[in-house]
């Protein structure tokens, strides 16, 4: 996968991307914490901007579901799984770094 | 297994302790692991912390009912399985009975993108689970370093991995986590050490002069006293072996049975009741004087009492040692047959000489023999140094010491060196030393024996000599000659001497016997002899007298007449006398 931030608008793959009408989001979280809490705001905020009206996001807390962080392979939370448009890419941390999450949601190109 | 009840109990009081279930390494670390604290295992690729943390987890499950988790940050689970397989375990039967929680953590760092704060809860998450599971008591993490590639940010990292100790420190879990050493000068790569501070161990696995030999050493720990050497360690389809190298020190018992060696006289040579109940004896000699006939004989004895015995063969195969034995009157085969008896036959090159005590090690726990017997150590010098020979003998007389179990070691010696010199690095470890040689006399050689030193035993210190008869090894009768002890034809024309001179004297005497005889007869016969002429004589001196006296009585009678007639003086008459007179008449 090109790791090049600003360039990969123009890459073969960008076209698939943008056709989803829903895009389905899911966090991973391990309870209330300030991490997940600040997670789940900045997702937000950002889904708001640039997916209005056309995202799901599903927050799992892996303290009431633990079998799935081995299941979906979680070693680090907050995890931001992608699944549609389906992807591999996975986004952790608190997701304040506005930039690297458009990257990892291949969206950077508005930005 | 068989090793599990010789592991002791925690020497320290303070400190709890989890018994591995590795083979020798609960001796080394007095008792085990620090009970509920992580313990690092550190070592280069290969050097074998995989099947360390495995083990130790599937002999906690199997043998001291603590259930345990394996968190794979490496190898998938299938993979972990056959590797896993090669050592005689089976994971999926302890999985499927939930003594066993096996856990795959893959993640990729191409696919992460970091875009803030992040903690390892996940992780925690999936080993509470894990442990809840199945009521884990150990917990391996394989190895958490390799999160470093994985992860971004370091910073994070150490710190999540810091409280994760924590954590299953709190959790009162046994935990191994393994960690790659790369440079020699640190222990692991991201210096995670620094959060593991009870207990160290360090993995190696070298490659000397062409022969591999895998380490151990106790680097730390803390609040116990263990061995700080390196021990070497196997890994085989049983597992790991460690073998501790000086730990079993002196304290072993001295029994003071006596065991017969199998032929009477040589028992006889040894106060009459042979060897004594777990001692070690050396016996040496240069080729074909007869050492595995004296190693038979003692081998079949003891299967005779209905005792164990265990054959290193490390020369010959076990069928050739059995049909050779065969050719002197021994037949070991029913022995095997029963089970009694036990060849193993190993070169020692093929493993190298840790190796080759490892497998001694093995075999003697596992088959629990009352004799053992090593034929020949010297070929251990093939692939060794002297001094690690010794030390690996010393281990050895060591360990069979504490079992109780008589061994011995044939050593063959060079022709024409010196056959006490040679070993006498080794001969200091053993009780009884047993030398066999040729002696070369009057173009022949003739095999003979003696008992070199026997500790706490009266012994003979005569050389015998003794033949390989199809009825077994004899010893003979001792003749001494003005050069030494007689052998061979010496000895046979000796004897031959011996005989002729025998009945010399015996001639002799008998011939003394009859000259008495004839002796006495003489004097008898002189005797009647002399009787009868004394007899003779004594008639004619009676005779003689009786005459006499009636001559004089006559004459006195003829001179009364005279007188009477003469009317002379009769008292002149009878003054002068009768004799001249008479005869006269």
Known sequence: MPTAKTRTRTQPRKPAPRKPAVWKLRLYVAGQTPKSIRAFANLKVLCEERLKGRYQIEVIDLLEHPHMARGDQIVAVPTLEIKL????????????????????????QVG | MTQQKKARRPSSKTLPKALTGIQGLDEITGGGLPSGRPTLVSGGAGAGKTMFGLEFLVRGATQYGEPGVFMSFEETIPDLTKN?????????????????????????????????????????????????????????????????????????????????????????????????????DKLTRHGIEEFVSDCVIVLDHRIREEISTRRLRVVKYRGSTHGTNEYPFLIDEHGISVLPISSLGLDHTAPAERISTGIDRLDGMMGGKGFYRGSSILMSGTSGTGKTSVAAHFVDAACRRGERCLYFAIEESPRQVVRNMRSIGIDLEPWVRKGLLQFHAARPTYGGIEEVLLLTHKHISSFQPSVVVVDPITTLLMVSTLNEVRSMLTRL??????????????????????????????????????????????????????????????????????????????????????????????????????????????????????????????????????????EVEEEIIQQSI???????????QDRGQMVRSREADTSAYKKVGSAPAARKR
């Open chain 1, 85 to 108: 448009p389906q992807s591999v890419q996975r986004i952790i941390g608190d997701l304040s770094n506005t930039d690297r999450v458009l990257v990892g949601l291949a969206l950077q």
């Open chain 2, 84 to 184: 896993a397989a090669s050592l005689g375990f089976d994971l999926g039967r302890l999985v499927a009975e939930k003594k066993l929680f096996l856990d795959h953590v893959a993640i990729s760092r191409h696919e992460i993108e970091e875009t803030g704060e992040y903690d390892l809860d996940g992780l925690f998450i999936r080993i509470a689970d894990a442990v809840k599971r199945v009521g884990a008591r150990r917990v391996v993490l394989d190895t958490i370093e390799a999160l470093f590639g994985e992860l971004p940010n370091p910073g994070i990292l150490r710190a999540e991995i810091r409280r994760l100790f924590d954590w299953l420190k709190q959790q009162g879990l046994t935990t191994i986590i393994t960690a790659e050493r790369d440079r020699p």
């Open chain 2, 397 to 534: 007389v060591d360990f069979l010491k504490t079992q109780e179990i008589t061994a011995i070691f044939t050593s063959l010696t060079a022709a024409g060196g010196d056959l006490e010199a040679n070993e006498a690095d080794v001969s200091s470890l053993m009780d009884t030393w047993l030398l066999l040689k040729t002696i070369e006399v009057g173009g022949e050689r003739n095999r003979a024996l003696y008992v070199l030193k026997s500790r706490g035993m009266e012994h003979s210190n005569q050389i015998r000599e003794f033949v390989l008869t199809n009825d077994g090894l004899r010893l003979l009768d001792v003749y001494l000659g003005p050069e030494g002890v007689l052998t061979g034809a010496a000895r046979m024309s000796q004897e031959g001497r011996e005989k002729a001179a025998g009945t010399f004297r015996r001639q002799q005497l008998e011939g003394r016997g009859r000259e008495l005889d004839r002796k006495r007869q003489i004097f008898e016969a002189r005797m009647t002899m002399l009787r009868a002429e004394f």
């Open chain 2, 546 to 556: 009786s005459e006499s006296k009636l001559l004089d009585a006559e004459l006195l």
